[in-house]
């Protein structure tokens, strides 16, 4: 059964840097093709993708907000962590990890997703 | 960049309704394309991929087609369960790209 969970922070204030983690279970982060991707969701809004990650350690970041994530994994605890610097009130949003199956080219298995607020 | 543009962003329709959902690419995208449906407060579904195939254990009411530019999602009756966010998407190679969604509530 594949699962998906992201944990972290449900508030962060401006300026800090968030750090979100996906445990997955039920496939293994070494398959060659898959990869876990985070989505983010504003409330009302509409899905962006945010960055993943393949087992090759291949990664590709949204051309947007580059500048300030930073994605990796590790085998060993079946986790991948995001790091996103510098948060703004404007990046209040779900958070979700989602398995990248690269032969239907889909994020067909999705976390429950996590809200994180940004305030003071 | 590769644009996703989703018609109508709100559809009211009824129960046994035959509803559907346009995508727009700003490019061919041949058929690399996928539907999801999202409930409030839940991770979206996978309902589609390569433009018409049926993820197993979605109901065969839902159907996709299209290539190139435009993309269709249709539900051939609609059930109550089925009132909820529809999000195109397509993979470029190295990123992603939503429609911004398509709501369809009760009429």
């Known amino acids: 059964q594949v699962t998906l969970k992201e944990s972290g922070p449900v508030l962060v204030k401006p300026t800090e840097t968030l750090t979100l983690t996906c445990t997955v279970s039920g496939f293994s982060l070494r398959t060659a093709r898959l990869a876990v991707a985070w989505v983010r969701q504003p409330p009302g809004k509409a899905l962006e993708w945010l960055a993943h990650i393949f087992s090759t350690d291949e990664k590709s970041y949204n051309p947007s907000l580059k500048s300030r994530l930073t994605i990796s994994k590790d085998f060993f605890t079946s986790q991948v962590v995001l790091t996103m610097t510098n948060m703004d009130p404007v990046d209040t949003a779900t958070y979700y990890c989602a398995r990248m199956e690269m032969a239907t080219v889909v994020m067909d298995f999705w976390g429950q997703g996590t809200l994180v607020s940004v305030s003071s | 960049d590769i644009q996703m543009t989703q018609s109508p962003s709100t559809l009211s329709a009824s129960v046994g309704d035959r509803v559907t959902i346009t995508c727009r690419a700003s490019?061919?995208?041949?058929?690399?394309l996928a539907w999801y449906q999202q409930k409030p407060g839940k991770a979206p579904k996978l309902l589609i991929y390569?433009?018409?195939s049926l993820q197993s254990g979605v109901p065969s009411r839902f159907s996709g087609s299209g290539s190139g530019t435009e993309f269709t999602l249709t539900v051939s009756s609609l059930q109550p369960d089925d009132f909820a966010t529809y999000y195109c998407?397509?993979?470029?190679?190295?990123?992603?790209?939503f429609g911004q969604g398509t709501t369809v509530d009760f009429k």
């Open positions: 490019q061919s995208i041949n058929s690399w």
């Open positions: 998407q397509h993979y470029t190679g190295y990123s992603w790209t």
């Open positions: 390569k433009s018409s």
